[in-house]
């Protein structure tokens, strides 16, 4: 009969020998206590959650999880860390047992669907005759912006930006669709 032995306490094991009818009991030393992150540093996006997930010895538990700037980030007791604002902050975790183990987190701004550019740039090519009141349409990697959404260059795009041609930080229209 085999009693495990937890962190907190210490096992037994016994065995009966079937010879002489005696049995023989044995202490099993307690376990050594540790905490470990599957996750050192992570990086988040604000408005963004992630389950950090801990290991730690038998009979152990979690008592508590701390953020060191609850503005920045937030964790519950589960582990899900919350990120709120841009910025740098440390996940602790602590155990029943003593223990701690942390997780450094950034947190990053969102990212704005609408590129705004200080610089008033105007079509050179074939679409300056654009005012600057319409709505033009672009993408991060190509070379010019476009009248409609539905152009077909820019439908093979997963990022679309628009906003006014002040804004547009391409110098020319599309062929295709000025």
Not at 111 to 128: C, D, F, H, V
Request: aromatic share 6%; proline share 3%.
């Amino acid at each position: 009969m085999v009693k495990k032995s937890t962190v907190f306490k210490t096992g037994t094991k016994k065995r009966e020998c079937w010879i002489c009818d005696k049995t023989q009991t044995v202490s099993i030393p307690k376990l050594k206590p540790f905490v470990k992150l599957n996750k050192k540093t992570i990086s988040l996006t604000a408005g963004k959650s992630y389950r950090l997930k801990a290991s730690y010895a038998k009979g152990d538990s979690v008592k508590k999880c701390k953020s060191s700037n609850k503005k920045v980030a937030t964790v519950s007791k589960k582990g899900v860390i919350s990120a709120r604002q841009a910025g740098k902050v440390r996940i602790t975790i602590y155990t029943k047992s003593g223990k701690k183990a942390t997780c450094k987190v950034t947190v990053t701004a969102k990212k704005k669907a609408t590129k705004k550019s200080s610089s008033n740039k105007r079509g050179s090519g074939s679409g300056s005759s654009k005012t600057n009141g319409s709505t033009v349409y672009w993408t991060p990697g190509g070379a010019v912006y476009h009248r409609t959404p539905n152009c077909p260059t820019l439908s093979r795009s997963r990022t679309i930006y628009h906003g006014s041609i002040s804004s547009c930080p391409k110098n020319r229209g599309c062929k295709v669709c000025f």
